[in-house]
């Protein structure tokens, strides 16, 4: 239930900066996936917690001195398939 709500919490915000901060700052994400959409899908895949720090650790290498590029969203563990030899 906590989960839940602060799920929809994280994904409401990420909304309310996507239509009324983000409309006013220069294109300046370095990455592919943008950071916004990045952070949407992490907690979407992972939960609130988690799927938040992965999005907060990609929002701290968002700096000029960073390359960026593209940098998807890692695979959930149940979901990578298994490799029987």
Do not use: N
Request: hydrophobic fraction near 35%.
């Amino acid at each position: 239930m906590l989960s839940a709500i602060a799920k929809q919490t994280a994904l409401t915000l990420i909304r309310v900066y996507r239509l009324f901060i983000s409309p006013w700052t220069l294109p300046s994400c370095r990455f592919q996936p943008t950071c916004s959409t990045y952070a949407v899908e992490a907690i979407e895949r992972f939960g609130p917690w988690r799927g938040g720090l992965l999005a907060l650790r990609r929002i701290l290498r968002c700096h000029p001195f960073h390359p960026g590029g593209y940098d998807p969203v890692p695979p959930h563990p149940s979901s990578t398939p298994s490799q029987d030899s």
